[in-house]
């Protein structure tokens, strides 16, 4: 089994904030100008601080929606979309509040940028404390999940199923007690409608999606670290 580093451990206490009422989707993005400047902007900042994995993860993550986004404009028909549970569809149970420091995360109305997912990536490793294997192992649950059902990560499933996924990594690949209301309280300063009992929901939603069964095949992460362009050490 995949292993994190040694000094992944449990996770940090994160204190508690009065939630904001939930919201279905955030206002369109401004003026295709603005919106340019700050994804420089962004990519600059970035691109210093964040580690290979989120850019990888966050980059794969961004050209799943994007094949979904494609795969729609060529369909031929609306029976040949899966079909996302409630509980994975933010425009009817959004992560974030109205007033949520997170709401560039949400991607309702629009295909995320490269930008936009690393951004969520590196904030999701970082405070689920994921090492370089973490990351893949949820990758791997994330690229499995969408060989089973489809192109299932949307603009507005992608949160919480990356959410799930890295959740349940995070519990595989450690020996640690890590339990499902650390991980929400490490999260939700950031997702403030998101409860130990919403993301237990995520995870138990998505391995129902699975079909309740986690690749077993060292190989399996090993291609997909490959794919990622990480090194599991």
């Known amino acids: 089994m995949l292993r994190p580093a040694a000094s992944a451990g449990a996770l940090p206490a994160t204190k508690t904030r009065t939630r904001s009422p939930p919201r279905s989707c955030p206002p369109p993005r401004g003026a295709a100008s603005d919106d340019d400047d700050d994804e420089w902007r962004r990519r600059d900042a970035l691109a210093a601080l964040v580690s290979a994995a989120a850019r990888r993860v966050g980059a794969a993550l961004e050209a799943l929606v994007r094949d979904a986004t494609a795969r729609d404009a060529t369909?031929?028909?609306v029976d040949e979309a899966p079909r996302i549970p409630a509980l994975l569809d933010e425009r009817r149970c959004p992560l974030c509040g109205e007033a949520?420091?997170?709401t560039r995360f949400v991607w309702c109305d629009d295909r995320p940028r490269v930008v936009d997912a690393v951004e969520l990536a590196d904030f999701v490793l970082a405070r689920l404390r994921m090492a370089t294997p973490d990351a893949v192992v949820a990758m791997t649950?994330?690229?499995t999940l969408v060989a089973r059902r489809g192109p299932i990560v949307r603009a507005h499933s992608a949160r919480?199923?990356?959410l799930a996924a890295c959740v349940l990594a995070r519990k595989i690949g450690t020996d640690a007690d890590i339990a499902t209301p650390e991980c929400s309280a490490a999260l939700d300063d950031e997702f403030t409608n998101l409860?130990?009992?919403l993301l237990a929901r995520l995870e138990e939603q998505l391995l129902e999606l699975l079909y309740w069964r986690i690749p077993l095949d060292p190989e399996v992460y090993a291609a997909c670290a490959r794919a990622l362009g990480l090194d599991l050490g």
Do not use: K, T
């Open 75 to 77: 369909a031929r028909g």
């Open 195 to 197: 409860s130990a009992l």
């Open 100 to 102: 949520d420091s997170a």
């Open 141 to 143: 649950l994330v690229y």
């Open 160 to 162: 919480p199923i990356f």
